[in-house]
């Protein structure tokens, strides 16, 4: 368990809060196995209805801590956190809300490609910056991207690594809505408060019908989980890694 993760349930909603301030709540293999754990046990609880991932004030999350990934780069043994995590992620049975504020890098982006309903403030920008960094898209992004954002938005989140607005996500149809930061805890969680509300047996089939079979997307994952291992190792991706632990703050 880390205590990086917070759990919380307020009646049939189950909360999932990243809470690591210090590192813009960038995830570790823990916080990934806590999230997934929460994931298939709500999943399997009738007590919940929803599940909301959550970040901290100004920071939902700045992607996989980068120093995991070069220590995979450097020869290091990766776990199968992630991957528990986006199968937990991809195949939830519960409707999934999102509220986030400020950072949102790489799986900060991409978590919300799998959520019902997100819910972001002005000062968000949406970031996935896998090329630069010599990677690929993750968690479905290849697949789901394009299908929301079309063919060149797709490109210009993904390969180009252009920041989304709030408001160019929810003009692209990424995201539900903006709200002020003030509001958006109140807004998401109300939001989920109706969710639950809904008769759940007729709300788990509609959903699963407007999001038809998951197995394409859960073998998405997989593939690009194989060319995401594969390029961890690629001298781009170890200069761009090793560029981000070594730089200087100015
Ligand atoms: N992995 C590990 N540590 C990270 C991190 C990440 N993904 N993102 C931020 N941190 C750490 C920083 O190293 C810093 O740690 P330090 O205080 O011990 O030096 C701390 O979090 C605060 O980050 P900082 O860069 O000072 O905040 P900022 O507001 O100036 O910038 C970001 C925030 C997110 C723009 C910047 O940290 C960043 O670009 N992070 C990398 C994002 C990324 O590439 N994620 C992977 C996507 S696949």
Same mark, same amino acid.
């Given at each position: 368990?880390?205590?990086?993760?917070?759990?919380?349930?307020?009646?049939?909603?189950?909360?999932?809060?990243?809470?690591?301030?210090?590192?813009?709540?960038?995830?570790?293999?823990?916080?990934?196995?806590?999230?997934?754990?929460? %994931?298939?046990?709500?999943?399997?609880?009738?007590?919940?209805?929803?599940?909301?991932?959550?970040?901290?004030?100004?920071?939902?999350?700045?992607?996989?801590?980068?120093?995991?990934?070069?220590?995979?780069?450097?020869?290091?043994?990766?776990?199968?956190?992630?991957?528990?995590? %986006?199968?937990?992620?991809?195949?939830?049975?519960?409707?999934? !809300?999102?509220?986030?504020?400020?950072?949102?890098?790489?799986?900060?982006?991409?978590?919300?490609?799998?959520?019902?309903?997100?819910?972001?403030?002005?000062?968000?920008?949406?970031?996935?910056?896998?090329?630069?960094?010599?990677?690929?898209?993750?968690?479905?992004?290849?697949?789901?991207?394009?299908? %929301?954002?079309?063919?060149?938005?797709?490109?210009?989140?993904?390969?180009?690594?252009?920041?989304?607005?709030?408001?160019?996500?929810?003009?692209?149809?990424?995201?539900?809505?903006? !709200?002020?930061?003030?509001? %958006?805890?109140?807004?998401?969680?109300?939001?989920?408060?109706?969710?639950?509300?809904?008769?759940?047996?007729?709300?788990?089939?509609?959903?699963?019908?407007?999001?038809?079979?998951?197995?394409?997307?859960?073998?998405?994952?997989?593939?690009?989980?194989?060319?995401?291992?594969?390029?961890?190792?690629?001298?781009?991706?170890?200069?761009?890694?090793?560029?981000?632990?070594?730089?200087?703050?100015?």
């Amino acid at each position: 368990m880390t205590h990086h993760i917070q759990i919380e349930r307020r009646g049939a909603v189950q909360i999932i809060r990243m809470n690591r301030p210090e590192k813009k709540n960038a995830l570790t293999r823990a916080m990934y196995a806590a999230m997934a754990d929460a %994931l298939t046990g709500g999943d399997a609880d009738p007590a919940v209805r929803v599940h909301v991932f959550l970040g901290v004030p100004g920071a939902f999350s700045a992607g996989n801590d980068l120093a995991d990934f070069l220590a995979i780069a450097t020869g290091g043994e990766g776990g199968s956190e992630v991957w528990d995590f %986006l199968l937990a992620l991809a195949g939830s049975q519960k409707p999934i !809300v999102s509220g986030v504020d400020g950072i949102a890098v790489g799986i900060g982006t991409t978590i919300n490609l799998h959520c019902d309903i997100t819910f972001a403030t002005p000062r968000t920008v949406f970031r996935t910056p896998f090329v630069d960094l010599g990677l690929v898209p993750e968690a479905g992004s290849s697949l789901l991207a394009p299908r %929301l954002l079309g063919r060149q938005g797709a490109f210009a989140l993904l390969g180009l690594g252009e920041g989304f607005s709030a408001e160019r996500a929810r003009d692209a149809g990424l995201i539900y809505d903006v !709200v002020e930061e003030g509001r %958006l805890e109140d807004a998401t969680l109300a939001a989920a408060g109706d969710i639950a509300a809904k008769p759940p047996e007729a709300l788990r089939i509609a959903r699963d019908l407007m999001l038809g079979s998951r197995e394409e997307l859960k073998e998405r994952i997989r593939i690009e989980s194989q060319h995401f291992r594969e390029r961890l190792t690629s001298d781009e991706a170890r200069a761009a890694l090793m560029a981000f632990m070594s730089r200087k703050k100015g």
